[in-house]
């Protein structure tokens, strides 16, 4: 939300074009201070990072790489690129690694080599990602590599594992392109067309004394927009491509305000030129697909989450790639999210598997459907049996952030539940597991699963759990209690005496552990069982 000027109010800057406001400057400076920690409780990622859009955006891209190297074979030896455009948090990139691995192995396709490459304009979110043990498996595979990219600059994107620029003789295959949530990030213009007229919106930006250091603003959100307009009577860009697109505007809508993704596109000429125009570009983000939805809007407001976002005119870059030799596949009107697919250099109608993709994970049950099922069992997952929870979880690919939503009413269903839907639970537990992506202040996932087969009295597995989840949890008295417990009921009844005790020097009030260890020593010495 915006907020209304106020008289104590200093002027930051003054009628400036939307993509020149130094907003985009502070937006950047947020992301390079906060780093990894934008994603703890600050910046919404889960619509975008989950293992559900990673399976949709796999099949995707598997789908396309058969059906381009059945169309070209002889460039079936060439690696496929996958690029990530403002990565983020990385699990998405890790979510994408695990179920492309997996299909490539069950397509018999491991002869074709993938490059990932995480890009983000920060070094600050690469160094998380260099040293991330979900990632390792796939940096020593050789599947995953780095690099910094700004997308409003045109600066060479060089893999900084391999050494190589993204560039016309390294990228023969199409380049495979990945933008979510980052259309939204980067720079827009502003535009209001009224009476068949067109006008550049020109934002100033006021804020409070006390809001300013050195004469810049301190906190985003403590920022007040106030647009002018002013007509525009000749071409506004220097692209004629981008003219038409405003003059389609101008004549078809009544009355609105409409943003300009000038920075997305910017970044797309750029990535059309270093890959020979061949480009298939997947991005979910919120924003309007049809140049209906553009008309009737009052002047774009910032929404604040941390960081800022605006609404994607998707319709625009669906045109700009359609009017540059391009096309575009935009799934039907939904509230919220929506995932669209661009591209270039490439015939979609000879491309019968991408189309059937397309139609299968994009348009009939896609990421923005998915989640707002999600959303629904999220509020009401009190209400839910064992049933219900165990086929949402199948639904969610066996998500750890949706499980540890859920985890306590699993656990107080798990006596009273059907032994079969426990089992299905059960066989699954692993493949939760193995979709954990460590994030700071996160809940560790092995904990849980640990928890799981304590509850259903599997000790051996639950152990082998809360021995996974050490390095991660660190020495609490809850994990070592429960190991103890599992070692105990295991036979294993010295170990457990040691589990026991460093458990008490971690709680040297716990009246259970004492009386564990008093009752082991005893059964050292001869005592009884228990
Ligand atoms: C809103 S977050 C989205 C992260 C991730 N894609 C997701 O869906 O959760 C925007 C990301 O873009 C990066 N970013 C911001 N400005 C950028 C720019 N000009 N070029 C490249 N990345 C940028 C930020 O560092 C951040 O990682």
Redesign the pocket.
Known sequence: MTTPPTTSSVLVEENKSLSQSSL?RM??EY??QESIN??VNQ???Y???NPFIAYCYSQLVINFIRDWTKKHPETKHLPFYIL??????G??SFYVLKTLTELLEAYKMTDIKICYVM????RN?IKYYETHPALLPYLEKGMVDFAI?????DKPITLLRQHITLNPETLQNPLIV?????F???SHDGFTVHDKKLYELLISLKTEMSNLKDNRPVDMEKLETVYHIKEIKSDYYSDPVLNDILEEYKTHLHESSLLFPI?SIH?IKYLNKISNNKLFIIS?DKGYGTLNSLDYHGHPSLSFHG?F?LMVNFHAISEFFKKTGGGSFMQSTRKGIKTSVFYNGIQLNELTDTQYALQQYVEEFSPSDYFTLHRRVSDSFQECDLDTIAAHMHLTRWDPHMYLKLKNRVISLISEADPETVEFMATYMPKLASNFYHLPKTECVLFEVGVFFHATKNYQEALRYYEQSLPFVGEQFSLRYNIALCQHHLGRNEDALASFKKALELNPDSKETKEWVTFLEKGKNGGEEK
Request: glycine share 6%.
């Open positions: 985009w937006q950047r992301f390079e934008a994603w910046v919404p990622f619509i975008t990072s990530e455009l403002g990565t983020g948090s699990r998405l890009s983000d304009f920060t979110n990219y700004n997308m409003e600059l990945f933008a979510n949530y980052i939204d990030t980067i920075g970044a979910t960081s976002s």
